[in-house]
Each structure stands twice: as C-alpha cells, then as structure tokens.
C-alpha cells in the first residue's frame, strides 16, 4: 500500500525549495499519481514505444528515473538479447528505493540504478532515451546540451520520450489549464493549502517551457521526426526520433 502524500497539508512557517529527499521519495508513488495527470497512462504507453524501439544489443536510459516506473514498465516490455537499461538519479533517497523495486522482480533484461547527475552520464549506442518529468527541473540554460548529448548518443532510429509540464503563450489559455490542473488536483483529495503550499515550494525549482520550445530546440539539434503523442491539461509528452 503506498504511503499517502501529506508533506505540505499543515501549515508550513518557512517553506523551503522543494526537493526529491527522504519525505517526498516514500510517498512518492501516491504524490506524482495524484498530481500529474495522464502519469499512469504515460508509464504504460513508454512500455509500449520500448517494445517498438529497443534493438537487440543496446542501451536504454531512464533519466530521472525515481523509483524506477518508466525502466519497470520498459523492461517489461522488451524482448531482445543483450539489452540494458540505465536508470539515473542525483537523490540518493530515490536511488535505494529505486534499487528495492528493480530487484523485487526478476528479468532477463539487466538494469543498472545510478546515483548521479544527468548532466554527467554517458550516453551511449542508445536505442530508447526517457526524460519523464526530469528535464524541467534542470536549470534552462543546461538542457540544450543534455539534449544534444542525448542525440548524439541515440543510435539512427532512436527514441528520446520527454514527458513535461508546459507553459502557453496565450494566456487565457494558461491560466485556464493551470486551472483545470488543480481542479484534478482538488478531485484527487489535495486541499487549497496543500496545492498552493506545493505551487510555492516548486516554482523556483521547475521551470517547464512551452511546446513550440521544446519542438524548435529539438528540430535544430537534428531530430527528425518530434511530436505531441499525450497531453492531458498543462502536462504531456513528446518523442523525437533520430
Ligand atoms: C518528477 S521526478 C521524475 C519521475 C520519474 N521519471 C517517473 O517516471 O516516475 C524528477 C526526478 O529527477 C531527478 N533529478 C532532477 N534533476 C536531476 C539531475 N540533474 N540529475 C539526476 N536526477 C535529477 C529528481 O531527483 C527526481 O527523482
């Protein structure tokens, strides 16, 4: 049974800059359920995309892997010989929780949990790339290189999957997806002062892009095919292939 998230459901004096620690890595299976909408979807659908593009012999990265939802969905659904996958984190609170839950099961398919930064991994002979809720949090003017490290060390066919929260131009049509995101909120049980304690403690440490950027930094680094597959509100996810 998963711990129910309630880090900011009193009133907090002095409320810090959110961080993936301790508190937030034990409840949070239950957190990112209630918050992002289309997240289960998602996990099930980069298990699918895996299915299709993991070539035998290759490497698969899971950047920001968490507790590991996007390599369980992924190794699940891959067949091949001599694969495997590559799960990154810089929380060390998420990184031994991750390690529990990749080694609960068994599979044929190795996975390796490592604590470090993203900026920081090799990326190589890689046939599927995930970004799942992860490139947000880097600051903005360290994802253009993430990214091109990224393409460079996709194989020709690769996949890079890059989930987000998104930022409009228009802005009626921003406040009214900020709005119906908390409204989803709302009816999965966070009061106001749990989402506007959240909204307060995340803002200085996300900073999602819009869709146009994402399309446009993605076309000029080379990817060739970059699209929407999933959006739900102000939150979805894209592929870009090599
Ligand atoms: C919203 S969570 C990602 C959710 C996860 N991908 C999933 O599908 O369940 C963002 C994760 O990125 C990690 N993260 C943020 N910046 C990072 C960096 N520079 N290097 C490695 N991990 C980072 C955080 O520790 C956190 O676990």
């Known amino acids: 049974m998963a711990h129910r998230d309630t880090i900011f459901s009193a009133p907090i004096e002095k409320l810090g800059d959110f961080t ?12 990112i359920q209630r918050s992002v909408p289309g997240y289960s979807n998602i996990i099930s659908a980069i298990g699918m995309l895996a299915e299709r593009f993991v070539k035998p012999n290759t490497t698969v990265y899971d950047l920001g892997c968490s507790l590991g939802a996007a390599t369980l969905s992924m190794r699940r659904h891959i ?45 190589d002979n890689a046939s599927v790339v995930v970004l799942n809720f992860t490139l947000q949090f880097l600051a903005p003017q360290d994802r253009q290189a993430l990214l091109e ?26 406040e009214l997806l ?26 200085n440490v996300m900073r999602p892009d819009s869709i146009a ?23 979805g996810s894209m592929f870009a292939i090599k």
């Open 79 to 123: 067949q091949h010989e001599g694969c495997k996958i590559i799960a990154v984190d810089n929380s060390p609170a998420m990184v031994e929780r991750c390690r529990l839950h990749v080694s609960a099961y068994r599979s044929d398919t190795d996975v390796e949990v490592i604590e470090a930064d993203i900026r920081h991994v090799d990326i």
């Open 149 to 174: 490290k990224i393409y460079r060390g996709l194989r020709p066919g690769g996949i890079l999957i890059l989930s987000e929260k998104y930022v409009f131009d228009n802005d009626v049509a921003h």
């Open 213 to 235: 950027v994402h399309k446009e930094r993605l076309g000029e680094i080379g990817f060739s095919s970059v699209e929407v597959w999933f959006q739900c509100f102000n939150f």
């Open 178 to 203: 900020i709005d119906l995101h908390h409204d989803f909120k709302r009816a999965n049980g966070y009061s106001e002062l749990e989402i506007s304690q959240k909204r307060s403690a995340i803002e």
């Open 20 to 31: 993936f620690d301790e508190r937030v890595a034990e409840v949070f299976p239950d957190m």
